[in-house]
């Protein structure tokens, strides 16, 4: 590309999510990108909080084992969990002014 054809290669575009419910409880959110210009989303993802095989292994298991541990490593590590989201704690924090 030559570089006075670069200068209309300037994307303006906004980052915003939601979570399904009010309140910092829903484990189940989308993040998105878009362009300001034309109003498309140009890319997504899903986010969660939640994974069903890590809350049914820790029903019935020590989470505190070793066992468990390494149960929760290689399924973390497969990209086999769900979850996708782990700050929280940042939203829980008070606005700094
Ligand atoms: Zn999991």
């Given at each position: 590309m030559a570089r006075d054809q670069m200068k209309y290669w300037t994307w303006q575009q906004a980052f915003d999510g939601t979570w399904?419910?009010?309140?910092?409880?829903?484990?189940n959110g989308v993040a998105f990108v878009i362009d300001l210009e034309t109003g498309l989303i140009l890319d997504y993802i899903r986010l969660s909080k939640y994974c069903h095989l890590c809350s049914m292994k820790a029903s019935c298991s020590d989470t505190k084992s070793a066992d468990y541990g390494e149960w929760f490593k290689d399924h973390r590590d497969s990209g086999e969990c769900q979850v996708n989201f782990f700050f929280s704690f940042l939203i829980q924090c008070p606005t700094l002014n």
């Open positions: 399904q419910k009010r309140g910092h409880t829903s484990i």
